[in-house]
Every structure is written in C-alpha cells, then in structure tokens.
T-cell receptor, first 111, second 111 residues
Framework: SAVISQKPSRDICQRGTSLTIQCQVDSQVTMMFWYRQQPGQSLTLIATANQGSEATYESGFVIDKFPISRPNLTFSTLTVSNMSPEDSSIYLCSAQINEQFFGPGTRLTVL | GQQLNQSPQSMFIQEGEDVSMNCTSSSIFNTWLWYKQDPGEGPVLLIA?????ELTSNGRLTAQFGITRKDSFLNISASIPSDVGIYFC???????????FGQGTRLTINP
C-alpha cells in the first residue's frame, strides 16, 4: 500500500479563479490518477498522470481546464482553472501500487 | 464502454445483521476491487479479487469473483457501527490500469 496526502484538504473559491491541488505519495510510483467525485456520486476519472509523459485525459475533460503536472515519481498537481460552481466537487488522487490507493481528497466549493 | 452496476444503492440495517451487495457488468473484468469510503475521506481498498471463482475474506468481509467474470459480491457479517459508509466496486478497464467504479452502496446502521 501507500500513504498519500493531498493539499489543501478543502477550499472555498470564487468563480473565475484557479486552484492547484497537490498530491504526495510516500513511495515512487509510475502511475498516478486524478478523479472527481461530485456530491453524492461515484468517482469519475479525469486523467492518468505518468511521470515523464503528458497526462492522458478522459472524455469530457480537457487540459486547458484541468492542467496536470507530474514532475517526479512521488508528486503530482491538478489545477482546476477558471472555476464555476459546477466545479464544486471532491478531487481525489490515487497511485498505482499493484492496485490503486487513494488520497483523502480535496473538497472544493466554488461560489 | 465498460460499466459497473452496483446494488443496492442504499441499505438501512440493524447492528449485528449481515449485509450483502453486488456488482454486475455486461463486460468481462479480470480484477474486481471493493473499496469503502468514509465521510470526508478517500476510498480505502478492502479486498482485491484476481481469479474467476475466487472467494476472499478480510475479517468480517467476504468477497467473491463471479465465475463468469461479469459479477462480484461483497458480504459483511455481524455489522457494527464502524461499517457505516459507502462501498464501491471497481475494476480496471481492459488493456489499461484505469478504474471504472460502480455507483456505490450507502450503508446505514441503526444501533
């Protein structure tokens, strides 16, 4: 397994601004993932972030809206850009170590 | 695409009762995963299943990988208050490491 931390744990933001979420893993991993969990819903994959390559986005998610960095094998960031109230969700990162292990999530509220 | 249908969506039980939930798909999965999510937390991996017909236990939890590879179930015996939460099944999309999640089963326990 892995210990995964996320920062911030929660934030309240104004529409039109951007927020960068950080994800730190306590061991080196090749594959990391970013998910969105809208209120009362299941998890939806935003993108796969492999170190050394561009992130791969799922249908309905684009790089301009959700830019991702993966500078090394233990860290990734997701930016939610030009936010609107519809972006209010929990954002989760995960790391692949045999199976996927998740961080605690970042609860984002956009006013 | 591959989808997972999880049922029931919610359960209200008395403490001490047994619980059963299941997950089905029209597609074959080579791995079935069961996660639990507590409020304000990320999903935690409970059980991973890798072979058709496999039956695996983790304490009071038992999960089985269906023989057709299109379904799985999770049982919880003698439920206790800390079993409250949302249970998700998940499986990797064929040819990729990325996961697809079921809709979740919300478990509520009356003491």
């Amino acid at each position: 397994s892995a210990v995964i931390s996320q920062k911030p744990s929660r934030d309240i933001c104004q529409r039109g601004t951007s927020l960068t979420i950080q994800c730190q893993v306590d061991s080196q991993v090749t594959m990391m993932f970013w998910y969105r969990q809208q209120p009362g819903q299941s998890l939806t994959l935003i993108a796969t972030a492999n170190q050394g390559s561009e992130a791969t986005y799922e249908s309905g998610f684009v790089i301009d809206k959700f830019p991702i960095s993966r500078p090394n094998l233990t860290f990734s960031t997701l930016t939610v850009s030009n936010m609107s109230p519809e972006d209010s969700s929990i954002y989760l990162c995960s790391a692949q170590i045999n199976e996927q292990f998740f961080g605690p999530g970042t609860r984002l509220t956009v006013l | 695409g591959q989808q997972l249908n999880q049922s029931p969506q919610s359960m209200f039980i008395q403490e001490g009762e047994d619980v059963s939930m299941n997950c089905t798909s029209s597609s074959i999965f080579n791995t079935w995963l069961w996660y639990k999510q507590d409020p304000g937390e990320g999903p935690v991996l409970l059980i991973a299943l890798y072979k058709a017909g496999e039956l695996t236990s983790n304490g009071r939890l038992t999960a089985q990988f269906g023989i057709t590879r299109k379904d799985s179930f999770l049982n919880i015996s003698a439920s206790i208050p800390s079993d409250v939460g949302i249970y998700f099944c998940a499986g990797p999309i064929q040819g990729a490491q990325k996961l697809v999640f079921g809709q979740g089963t919300r478990l509520t326990i009356n003491p």
